[in-house]
């Protein structure tokens, strides 16, 4: 009897951690645009995961914020995520895209994850200064603001840590190079490992 209470116990000290879906709705940055498949941030974070969790990259360059709402509704019936990690609004901003639209489609690709019980992450993205400061500040302000509204996680934007590194950036001026995916990486990885160990969500 002692060894059957013992090996019960054991069995459930083995027991593997819930295993998470994290669904990647994004653009190019996370499609691994110009550089080898398999070396891109989304493709690091799936094997420093391992086998605990289940990455689906869903990202296609060019992608709009238009884009991935039209298809956020049928990845989650399909994978069931427990989180959508949301990189999106960069193609907005470069076809000019009025920034309203852009804050209701984030908004409302939100709202549809938590109506599916999946919690939704935002990624922070910012525009290049050639387009305008006025323009460039009121597309930076939409992602805090609306984070901060929604109380939704933030990964706060990576390349202005890699822009001024010419290794980090390729030669178009917008894509990371292979070498800038361990940043991204990271940076993504200090936010979802507290959310994948149960922490409740940091709100920036």
Not at 136 to 151: G, I, M, N, R, Y
Request: contains cysteine; hydrophobic residues 40%.
């Amino acid at each position: 009897m002692i060894r059957f209470y013992f090996a019960l116990i054991l069995s459930f000290v083995l027991l593997p951690a819930h295993s998470a879906t994290l669904l990647v709705l994004g653009d190019s940055i996370s499609a691994g645009y110009g550089i080898d498949a398999g070396k891109g941030w989304v493709d690091l974070m799936r094997d420093q995961l391992g086998d605990d969790h289940r990455v689906v990259n869903a990202s296609i360059s060019g992608d709009t914020t238009g884009g991935g709402l039209s298809r956020l509704d049928t990845l989650i019936t399909e994978h069931e995520p427990d989180f959508v990690l949301i990189e999106l609004g960069g193609n907005d901003g470069l076809r000019g895209y009025p920034i309203p639209r852009m804050e209701q489609n984030l908004r409302a690709m939100i709202d549809l994850s938590r109506a599916n019980d999946t919690q939704p992450i935002l990624f922070a993205m910012q525009m290049p200064p050639n387009y305008g400061k006025r323009y460039s500040d009121q597309f930076a302000d939409v992602f805090p603001k609306l984070a901060a509204e929604e109380q939704v996680p933030l990964i706060p934007f990576i390349f202005e840590d890699i822009a001024t590194d010419q290794t980090l950036i390729q030669e178009d001026g917008i894509h990371p190079t292979e070498a800038a995916q361990p940043l991204i990486t990271e940076r993504a990885m200090q936010l979802l490992l507290p959310l994948l160990n149960g922490e409740a969500p940091c709100h920036q």
